[in-house]
């Protein structure tokens, strides 16, 4: 890994986090309220740490917070990098390599998307359990073949939430890069693919995860039904809306991943 991440991590250990950690959640669009639950948090703002982007969407609030859920420890990233954001996909990944950094033994990566599959609703949860990324790569870099497989890890999800009495959908995730909205076309053909949500991120944070051997699992809410899949227009406001009504649910199994994935 590239060495800012061992000066990430020591500035991180200096100023509160532990050296290890159970857990690394990455908090997306309108899900960041899952931070308030870490109890002793230490929040430190991106702009602080070195090395670190700034994140400009709405619904990130751009901080890192490390503390305690279930008895374990975690650190959580409110906000994340988007490629669309004028990022590198290397900075896109960083989340990934911290989690690497601090020998998590578990990410948990969260999403807000848009359903292509029309038996989907506004507010489901859904666990990924494979990804088409139509028009290009999502490489952070790396040269080397591999192969990634979501499935065994999706199941063991859907397992967890059964016991809690969730009902989740599985799916796949069909990555885009933003930061436009897709066309009716594009949903139409999307589809025909094989895409159950879209989204503008999560893809390469999930290949950087399989790569580095860090068990990742990934979950969408979707926030809004795609292009041509409804009537009207497309708004960022629609995300936090369907973040605020699934949100205590959100939390609940996270919690959970966190306790016995």
Do not use: C, W
């Amino acid at each position: 890994m590239p060495t800012e991440i061992d000066e990430v991590r020591s500035y991180l250990i200096e100023n509160g986090f532990p050296n290890k950690v159970g857990a690394v959640i990455i908090l997306g669009s309108g899900l960041g309220s899952f931070a308030d639950l870490i109890n002793n948090p230490v929040r430190i703002s991106y702009r602080q740490i070195p090395n670190f982007p700034a994140t400009s969407v709405q619904g990130h609030t751009g901080e890192l917070v490390s503390g305690e859920v279930a008895g374990e420890k975690v650190i959580a990233f409110s906000g994340r990098f988007h490629f669309y954001e004028g990022h590198s996909f290397s900075k896109t990944v960083l989340p990934v390599r911290i989690a690497k950094a601090f020998n998590a033994d578990k990410l948990i990566i969260s999403n807000a998307a848009g359903a292509i599959n029309t038996e989907f609703k506004i507010g489901d949860l859904m666990v990924i359990n494979d990804l088409i990324r139509p028009f290009h790569s999502t490489s952070a870099g790396s040269s080397e073949i591999f192969r990634y497989n979501l499935y065994p890890i999706a199941e063991k999800v859907s397992e967890i939430a059964a016991e809690i009495d969730l009902s989740i959908q599985k799916g796949t995730y069909l990555y885009v890069t933003g930061p436009t909205y897709e066309t009716k076309a594009e949903i139409r053909a999307f589809r025909v693919l094989g895409g159950d949500v879209v989204g503008m991120s999560t893809s390469p944070e999930l290949i950087e995860a399989s790569r580095l051997n860090v068990p990742a699992a990934a979950i969408s809410l979707v926030t809004n039904m795609a292009a041509g899949v409804q009537k009207g227009k497309l708004d960022h406001s629609e995300v936090k809306l369907a973040a605020e009504s699934r949100k205590d649910d959100f939390a609940k199994l996270v919690t959970e991943l966190i306790r016995k994935l």
